[in-house]
């Protein structure tokens, strides 16, 4: 096989503007499994007695979980494979919950050639809701 197959775009090919969604309906067993990869065990997201008690009355998924979705919209579409992350913010602003489909939007607003950089415009939505909005900065390969 050809590697060059599994690249992504080119700095060449890329325009601002230009942007990717990747859409995940997430399960219980995703929130689980993250908790246990992440050792992140807040029964906020494990606990639905507990959970009932807080603001969101009820288990959410975590915020790292839907935040990562943000990593495979970038790292498999736009700019796509040989990315390398430089730096990404993050604002959360609403919960997810199990059962959602969470949409990871990234949209290409600055490009910088001399340091073969692209910014992008991150969110992740629930239906029209923004859920996480953030910047990121990704290094595009030679």
Do not use: W
């Amino acid at each position: 096989m050809d590697m060059k197959e599994l690249n992504g775009y080119a700095l060449e090919e890329l325009k601002v503007g230009m942007s990717a969604v990747y859409s995940r309906t997430i399960t219980d067993t995703d929130l689980r499994n993250f908790s246990g990869v992440s050792g992140d065990t807040n029964p906020m997201h494990l606990n639905e007695e507990y959970a009932q008690t807080t603001a969101f009355k009820g288990c959410v998924v975590h915020g790292m979980l839907t935040a990562s979705l943000l990593s495979t919209v970038i790292g498999t579409k736009l700019p796509g494979p040989g990315c390398l992350y430089v730096s990404q913010t993050l604002r959360f602003k609403a919960p997810v919950h199990v059962g959602e489909t969470v949409y990871a939007k990234a949209t290409i607003t600055e490009l910088l050639p001399e340091k073969r950089r692209a910014t992008l415009h991150t969110q992740c939505l629930v239906k029209d809701v923004v859920v996480l909005d953030g910047e990121a900065v990704v290094q595009l390969p030679k």
